[in-house]
């Protein structure tokens, strides 16, 4: 998640800067806000997903 934030950034200022050429600025600057938006996404993805029931086979049983 963090990695698409982060190349979404990257692409976003190297696209609106002048550093690229006259001819990929859009482009540059558009994947960069694709790749903002995938981050949002599994981001929500993963904070909306259900907590997984513990294993019961696994666990000990206590003997009394």
């Known amino acids: 998640m963090m990695m698409f934030f982060a190349t979404g950034m990257?692409?976003?200022i190297i696209g609106l800067s002048p550093i690229?050429?006259?001819e990929q600025t859009?482009?540059?600057t558009f994947m960069g806000?694709?790749?903002i938006g995938l981050g949002a996404f599994?981001?929500?993805i993963f904070?909306?997903?259900e907590a997984k029931a513990p294993d019961k086979r696994k666990?000990?049983?206590k003997r009394d």
Do not use: C, H
């Open 10 to 12: 990257l692409g976003i």
């Open 26 to 28: 859009m482009f540059i």
């Open 33 to 35: 806000v694709v790749n």
């Open 42 to 44: 599994f981001t929500f």
């Open 20 to 22: 690229a050429g006259k």
């Open 59 to 61: 666990k000990k049983k």
């Open 47 to 49: 904070l909306t997903q």
